[in-house]
């Protein structure tokens, strides 16, 4: 792949935990007007759609097929991706390679979901295996407190570390108008006090569910400087696997093997070598306050067992020296469909310097985003403000 492929416009619906004013293709044409409207395109304008949801979570069967209107797909090539919790990420790096192969110039990709219309317990239970599984590991809560407890054990962090992940996302959120939990006074000790969950996880170190949806477009170089005088240009990215048995590897996010591998290659193709002085911000995929800080020693920025540190020493606080989710996050906003698409989305606004509400970092010129889900299955992109 030759042609050079960036994100030149973005939009998102408001979420929230129900959005019971509108139906699930009238909440994603919201995502896609925003994002089309923010630079004038129309669906004219648009080649080809890539969409992407956990079709299990409301139960429908093929889901675009409700929506072929509201992504303005009718006689055009539709590209539908589901992959767990990393289908948005997905579908952005499928519009990248559909761009940089020149089988289309102009691609819109859009991520949703109403949870609020669905069943997600009994859905994400089916991944763990059912005779060893199931019973101690079922659904997203008992699988993230065996990875955290794990990742406890290894690491030393403490509750109180993962308590400040919890209050930086919450309270960034409040600085981005689009995001589900804004919560402008919490503190680390509303963060200990909340409910127990599944030990060591309470109540405030776990994502929503939220309703919502998100859209950019991806465009080759020519289109993309025609549309926006500073395109968010995709460096590099890269998607690795990991085995799903998660009585084999119970350190899933103490030794994030699926991470550590497409950050690796990501990082390679785009001259990445230390990630936390190259990257100006991150948009990474963190359902619980633990993966936050296990994620950034698999990503490299600091070693293993420093996750803690970074957090301590206000390093990924909005303001610090790197900052890590200025949007808030998935622990302020989890749109599962949408999420990791809402990451891309985030960090390619850092790169065009148009994030709203206050989240704006000053002077972005390379960006991390970073998508999760299955417990297995991990992608990421490296954006900048320079052609590549």
Not at 265 to 270: P, V
Not at 308 to 335: E, F, R
Not at 351 to 368: F, I, K, R, S, T
Request: charged share 20%; with cysteine.
């Amino acid at each position: 792949m030759s042609r050079s492929a960036a994100i030149v416009a973005v939009g998102q619906t408001k979420h929230a935990a129900k959005r019971l004013d509108v139906s699930i293709a009238e909440m994603v044409r919201e995502a896609v007007d925003a994002c089309l409207g923010s630079k004038e395109l129309s669906f004219a304008d648009i080649d080809a759609v890539v969409v992407g949801n956990m079709e299990l979570f409301e139960g429908i069967n093929q889901p675009e097929l409700l929506m072929v209107a509201s992504l303005g797909a009718v006689g055009k090539p539709v590209y539908k991706m589901n992959t767990g919790g990393t289908v948005g990420a997905s579908a952005a790096i499928c519009a990248e390679h559909l761009v940089r192969s020149g089988l289309h110039d102009v691609v819109l990709t859009v991520g949703y979901e109403k949870q609020s219309e669905g069943e997600t317990q009994s859905a994400i239970t089916t991944v763990g295996d059912p005779a060893w599984e199931r019973s101690v590991m079922a659904g997203a809560i008992g699988n993230f407190a065996v990875m955290a407890s794990t990742y406890v054990d290894r690491s030393g962090v403490t509750p109180e570390q993962a308590a400040k992940v919890a209050v930086k996302a919450r309270t960034n959120a409040c600085l981005n108008p689009y995001a589900h939990l804004q919560i402008a006074d919490i503190t680390v000790e509303d963060v200990l006090k909340s409910r127990v969950l599944a030990a060591p996880l309470k109540l405030l170190d776990m994502c929503p569910q939220s309703d919502g949806a998100c859209a950019v477009v991806v465009a080759g170089e020519e289109r993309a400087r025609q549309i926006t005088p500073r395109p968010s240009w995709i460096v590099s990215s890269a998607t690795a696997h990991d085995q799903q048995f998660m009585g084999d590897s119970p350190a899933r996010i103490a030794d994030h093997r699926s991470l550590q591998a497409a950050s690796k290659k990501a990082y390679a193709a785009a001259g990445i070598t230390d990630p936390r002085t190259d990257f100006d911000v991150a948009e990474i995929y963190e359902p619980a306050t633990y993966a936050e800080l296990a994620m950034l020693e698999n990503l490299g920025f600091c070693a293993p067992g420093d996750g803690g540190t970074l957090i301590d020493d206000g390093v990924t606080l909005i303001d610090g020296p790197m900052p890590v989710n200025p949007s808030g996050g998935v622990l302020a906003t989890n749109p599962v469909g949408a999420t990791a698409l809402i990451r891309v989305a985030e960090a390619a606004l850092q790169v065009m310097g148009e994030a709203e509400g206050g989240h704006q970092v000053p002077e972005v010129n390379w960006a991390l985003a970073t998508g999760y889900g299955g417990n297995a299955w991990t992608d990421v992109m490296v954006m900048t403000g320079e052609p590549r």
